[in-house]
Every structure is written in structure tokens, then in C-alpha cells.
């Protein structure tokens, strides 16, 4: 979210979408699955040249969430499965309760179940404006902190080549193939 403070990243309010059928749900942060998943849309379905246009060290978050949203967008219709499976991963009703002791009495109990079906149901094969503005609220809100990361691995890469002495890859030498196997040396039975 543009113009967050620190302290909401640390507890943020809860985003709390209703979808067209007027269902609501919660978007929940990033965490190391959802940035899997994620990944997994952008690798499977995105063009290699757009993701390599993706600037992690643009000034403006607005620009960089713009970017990394039309890379997914275009990357979904090859990574369906894999979309439906990030944006369930990302929400949940609202309004569930989400509580671990004393345990949950029976009429919240009833409660959570119904919720959940109703989710289930909505999110098996949300509305396509549902799809765009899930996509949109999530990108938007996690940007910073995905293109935080970007700059992170970028140096972690160029200290790590620099360490290794690898300014420059070096090509194989001549006559190898990399993806052939290496020769089996002959069985002594």
C-alpha cells in the first residue's frame, strides 16, 4: 500500500474484498508459500524478456507493482491451475474465527464451516473482475516488499560472482557438450 507506515507492514488492517456476488473475503500478506506459488505463475506462463524489463530498482513502487501486475496478468492463461492456487492461498473468508484455545464452541464451529464452503464455492471459479482486482490488491499491497527482495538477491548475486572471481561466466571448453552425460567407466564384472 502506498504510503504505509512501518508499524502497519508489522500489523497491518486487514483488505477486505467483496467479491461481485457481494461475498467477502480477507486478503492475507505474502509469506514464503504464497511467493512460491506466485513464482510459479510468473515462470511457467511469462515472456523471459518481460521479466527480465522487471526493474527492482525503480524509485517508484507504483511503477514497479504496474510492471510486475502485467507480467502475471499475461503470465495466467499459461499458469491457470497455478493463479486460482495463489489467490486461494492469499484469501479467506471474513469474518472467520481463527482461534486455537479454548477450542471453538459449536455454533463457531458452524459458523467457520459455512464460511467455508461459501469460499470454496466463490473461489473454485471466481468472476474474472473478482480475479483482476484480487490480483491487482495483492500485487499492489506485497510490491514493495517483493522488489525489496528483488534488490536484495540482485547484490547477494553480485557480491557472490564477485567473491567467486566470475565476472565473466566462462564459456565450457571446446568439444564439451554440458548436457551429455559423462562417459561410464567400464563395469569390472
Do not use: V
Given at each position: 500500500m502506498a504510503g504505509e507506515s512501518e508499524v502497519d507492514r508489522l500489523d497491518p488492517v486487514p483488505v477486505v474484498i467483496k467479491l461481485?456476488?457481494?461475498f467477502p473475503i480477507e486478503v492475507v500478506r505474502l509469506r514464503t508459500r504464497q511467493l512460491f506459488r506466485?513464482?510459479?505463475i510468473i515462470t511457467r506462463g511469462a515472456n523471459p524478456?518481460?521479466?527480465g524489463a522487471l526493474d527492482f530498482k525503480s524509485d517508484d513502487p507504483g511503477k514497479f507493482a504496474g510492471q510486475l501486475l502485467s507480467i502475471v496478468l499475461m503470465a495466467i492463461p499459461d499458469a491457470e491451475n497455478e493463479a486460482i492456487g495463489f489467490l486461494q492461498s492469499m484469501t479467506k473468508?471474513?469474518?472467520l474465527v481463527e482461534r486455537r484455545t479454548p477450542a471453538l464452541s459449536k455454533?463457531?464451529?458452524e459458523?467457520?464451516?459455512a464460511l467455508m464452503d461459501r469460499y470454496t464455492e466463490e473461489m473454485f471459479n471466481p468472476e474474472l473482475e473478482d480475479t483482476i482486482l484480487l490480483f491487482e490488491t495483492i500485487i499492489t499491497n506485497e510490491a514493495p516488499d517483493i522488489q525489496a527482495l528483488g534488490k536484495k538477491l540482485q547484490?547477494?548475486?553480485t557480491v557472490a560472482r564477485k567473491a567467486l572471481g566470475a565476472e565473466q561466466p566462462t564459456p565450457p571448453p571446446e568439444g564439451m557438450d554440458l548436457h551429455s552425460p559423462e562417459p561410464t567407466p567400464p563395469s569390472s564384472t
Open positions: 461481485e456476488s457481494g506466485l513464482m510459479r524478456a518481460a521479466l473468508p471474513s469474518g455454533q463457531e464451529n459458523a467457520n464451516t547484490h547477494l548475486w
